[in-house]
């Protein structure tokens, strides 16, 4: 996305451009990163063509947000939070799942009404 009063819209769509060919999204592939418009094919690392294959699934699926702080405006820091209590073992999983189920509700009602 480039935005619509963005300075340098030209260097923006070159950098897109760019990042979109096949070969860079092989290169990003093939070194651990998950790209979003790779050619299986092209991806010759066995770890990250499992991973990517997920990845594609669960894309196919409507299985993932690619931006985790939709919901809410802080709800990126609200996760990390609650995986931070998991890991000190000061909360549940259970409770950290109850804790952000009622953030991410509350904060989708805003957004639908």
């Known amino acids: ?3 619509e009063r963005a300075q340098n819209a030209e260097l923006a769509q070159e950098f897109i451009d760019i990042t979109m ?3 860079i999204q092989a290169l990003i592939g093939n070194n ?3 790209p979003v418009a790779a050619d299986p094919a ?3 690392d066995e770890k990250s063509a ?3 294959e ?3 699934t669960l894309n196919e699926r409507d299985g993932i947000a690619f931006y985790p702080d939709w919901p ?3 709800f990126y820091d609200e996760l990390n939070a609650g995986l931070q209590e998991l890991l000190n073992g ?3 999983p259970a409770e950290v799942q109850e804790q952000l189920g009622q953030q991410y509700e509350a904060g989708i009602a805003d957004i639908t009404g």
């Open 32 to 34: 651990g990163g998950v």
């Open 54 to 56: 997920n990845f594609n």
């Open 21 to 23: 060919r096949p070969e």
């Open 42 to 44: 092209d991806i010759t």
């Open 90 to 92: 000061t909360k549940s």
């Open 50 to 52: 499992q991973l990517i």
């Open 72 to 74: 809410t405006p802080t």
């Open 1 to 3: 996305m480039i935005p």
